[in-house]
């Protein structure tokens, strides 16, 4: 655990979570989560305080006309506020993909067992912003070079990951990283993961639009604040 670097430290990331508990019960935390995606197979949840019922696969549709894209970059928090500041995004859902385990609760993705990265899954219009835009913010604003690593998160759950759909989304990603790294916009290589999306699994209510309800929260201050004002500078011609 670093608690000396303010910025990322464990310890105050999870002093807001223990506060919202202490506000919402232990319920709050147990609560059932919805799967969400699009045209991929997702498995149906049982409330965790119960015993889970055997899994029943379903596929989300999105509106016609909408696309999804499904990316990790450390803190689900943080991206979150990130892309629902991006003009043509519809929605923006904190989760867990990448890993083995279905119905995967905070705790056991946060364990580094489960194989999931924390995620966010972006519907979006693709006549407002494009694929490759949304890709472009994940390696320009969050940091794409540490491996399992963003800041003070450490750990495979935290890692960069881009989560395609289809061989066009996969081109596009590894074009935007080819791009990115010859601009040298960083000083290390991108190590940033391109991999198909198997499954994506809705994260906790209380991760829900956290942000924009914690604003004054310590890691909100010290850590996603100046992501913001990074993702300001650098694309405020795309921004709502």
Request: proline share 6%.
């Amino acid at each position: 655990m670093n608690t000396q670097n303010i910025t990322g430290a464990p310890w105050l990331r999870m002093l807001p979570l223990a506060l919202v508990a202490g506000v919402a019960g232990l319920a709050t935390l147990g609560a059932a989560k919805d799967p969400v995606d699009a045209e991929v197979p997702v498995a149906a949840k049982a409330p965790l305080a119960a015993p889970r019922a055997q899994n029943t696969l379903v596929s989300a549709k999105i509106p016609q006309g909408l696309a999804v894209a499904t990316l990790g970059g450390g803190c689900f928090w943080s991206m979150e506020a990130l892309y629902k500041r991006v003009k043509g995004v519809r929605s923006a859902t904190p989760g867990y993909a990448g890993g083995k385990l279905a119905n995967p609760s905070y705790e056991q993705v946060g364990s580094g067992s489960t194989g999931h990265a924390e995620s966010l899954n972006i519907v979006y219009d693709p006549k407002v912003v494009s694929y490759g835009e949304l890709v472009d913010i994940l390696l320009t604003v969050l940091d794409p070079t540490t491996l399992n690593q963003q800041g003070g998160d450490v750990g495979t759950n935290y890692r960069s990951v881009i989560f395609t759909r289809s061989h066009d989304e996969k081109q596009i990603a590894e074009k935007e990283i080819q791009k990115i790294n010859a601009k040298h916009i960083w000083k290390a290589p991108i190590v940033t993961q391109v991999v198909p999306i198997k499954a994506f699994y809705r994260a906790e209510d209380y991760h829900q639009n956290y942000y924009d309800t914690h604003q004054e929260a310590p890691y909100c201050q010290a850590v996603i604040e100046p992501k913001l004002d990074k993702l300001r500078a650098k694309f405020g011609d795309k921004l709502k």
